[in-house]
């Protein structure tokens, strides 16, 4: 096995109509090392959420993609998607069953054992009080929050977040980041965490990637700040710096 | 529901009798008073009388059973056979589109006017009108399930896939939920025509082996029994009422209601 959880090679994808094309990516290539937190950056547009929607399988592209070096083509449960939406949950289905049902699928078949996985992953979410609800009983941060259960309950090489706590307010959001980070911290999975929040990736990431606009990484930095990470922290404003002058380079 | 809409629609259909009342006993549509509003102590007393003397010593009760084992057997028909096709549908594109267009054709069709041509092809029998039920439920049935997979949103598509979910498992465990508040209006839609097909059909012509409510309803006409005739109507009003209130009710009320899918 390599030490490696991900490794693109020269990915490229374009969006086409009747009379122009855009490239959105160009010639990624990225390895991302097992239990790495790898933070995606960038302005708006720039593809960050292509690349990961890419990774996930939902977008057809060029080049290739390795898990745990098997070549990934399609969707598959070991990556498994945190969406921005809140409404990512089955509605028909209670918030402990949402995380049942992928279980089930990925062919644990005692119930008992299902469910001890499940109510295990909800109170790492803090969430165990409310397997019963439906999801629009819920709140968009605890939404995120069995979003984020079910992705550690199924144990995928890689969860990808797709700016996930982007439509919390910000007293969520800095709840959300901070068990994000024990979790991160206690799990054994790679995490792929695409934001447009600076703060947010020094506090959570190991390391921290620039997309420029058209997709060419131009920024590659391991993050060295010791956490728990403040804006005190030292090297903080360096590194935010460094990651500002990156994201507005190509603005 | 309220109290207050409670009272209001007791209110309302006590005027309406006593309206209708007062012109029955008031002969206020001179001597046709009696055919047009018989008054409303006949239609209880025939209401009875339906159920106990009948019609060619029937008792209505079979004529209803009748309509409904037909109407049971057309709906579930309808009913798998537009899942199957709308199923089959969404596995590709051509197949879609010629569906679509059969929809939009037959769906215009009015089953009745189709009677000739089915009772050539199967002759003068129950499965006539057992057709003509499938006819009514089958087309707005596949509208809305169709209508209903258009609008499922993409996020739930994604996350299906996401756990391994394609093809006739995607169907099932999401497709299927999540457009279940436009399954349920297709139920209702194709429900309430199916129920007016079988009585228009039933009217048009009776079956001897499987008398229906539409021929009871005709005969009474053509014997000038209205009284009967007004109480086979309200047995009408009475089965379409608990099939609302019995089975549709509680059905959306155990799903989109309880997952918070309704608009």
């Not at chain 1, 374009?14 to 290539?29: G, V």
Request: charged share 15%.
């Amino acid at each position: 096995m390599s030490e490696y959880s991900l490794r693109i090679e020269s990915l490229s994808k374009a969006y086409f109509n009747d009379t122009e094309s855009s490239i959105i990516l160009k010639n990624i290539n990225l390895s991302v090392r097992k239990n790495e937190f790898l933070c995606i950056l960038g302005p708006s547009g720039c593809g960050k959420t292509t690349l990961l929607r890419c990774i996930a399988g939902f977008e057809e592209h060029t080049g290739q993609i390795y898990v745990n070096d098997s070549l990934c083509t399609v969707p598959g449960m070991d990556r498994i998607m945190v969406f921005q939406d809140f409404n990512q949950l089955f509605p028909w289905k209670t918030v402990l069953q949402n995380i049942l049902f992928p279980l089930k699928r990925k062919g644990i078949n005692s119930t008992a054992e299902r469910k001890e996985i499940a109510r295990e992953a909800l109170s790492k979410v803090k969430l165990s009080d409310y397997e019963s609800y439906y999801p629009h009983q819920l709140s968009g941060g605890m939404k995120q929050r069995v979003a984020i259960a079910k992705a550690l309950a199924l144990k995928p090489d890689i969860i990808l977040m797709d700016e996930p706590f982007a439509a919390l307010d910000a007293m969520t959001r800095r709840e959300l980041q901070n068990e994000m980070l024990t979790i991160s911290q206690e799990e054994s999975s790679t995490i792929i965490f695409v934001t447009h929040n600076i703060q947010e990736a020094l506090i959570l990431g190991t390391r921290n990637i620039v997309l420029q606009k058209g997709g060419e990484i131009i920024l590659d930095e391991e993050n060295s700040l010791t956490k728990p990470v403040t804006p005190n922290s030292e090297g903080y404003g360096a590194a935010w710096q460094r990651l500002r002058d990156a994201i507005y380079l190509s603005c | 529901m309220k109290k207050k809409d409670i009272i209001a629609k007791i209110l309302f259909v006590i005027t309406l009798l006593a309206i209708w009342e007062f012109v029955s006993k008031n002969h206020l549509l001179g001597p046709r008073s009696e055919l047009i509003f018989p008054s409303l102590e006949k239609i209880m007393q025939a209401f009875v009388s339906n159920f106990t003397k009948g019609y060619a010593g029937i008792s209505l009760w079979t004529y209803v059973i009748n309509s409904l084992k037909l109407l049971l057997k057309g709906l579930v028909i309808g009913i798998l056979g537009a899942f199957i096709l709308s199923g089959l549908a969404t596995l590709s594109h051509t197949l879609a589109s010629i569906f679509n267009l059969l929809i939009s054709v037959f769906d215009l069709l009015p089953g009745v006017a189709l009677l000739p041509v089915i009772i050539i092809v199967l002759g003068v029998n129950s499965d006539v009108i057992v057709f003509l039920v499938i006819h009514s439920v089958l087309w707005p049935m596949s509208r809305s399930i169709l209508d209903g997979f258009m609008a499922v949103p993409k996020i739930y598509v994604e996350a299906g896939n996401n756990i391994g979910l394609k093809n006739l498992s995607l169907i099932l465990g999401v497709y299927f939920p999540a457009s279940i508040s436009y399954l349920l209006s297709g139920l209702k839609v194709g429900w309430a025509r199916a129920w007016r097909g079988l009585i228009s059909a039933e009217m048009i012509f009776g079956i001897a082996s499987c008398p229906g409510i539409g021929l009871y309803i005709n005969q009474m006409r053509t014997n000038m029994n209205n009284a009967e005739m007004y109480a086979t109507l309200i047995v009408i009003i009475i089965i379409g009422v608990i099939v609302q209130y019995g089975v549709l009710a509680p059905i959306e009320k155990n799903t989109v209601k309880k997952w918070g899918m309704s608009s």
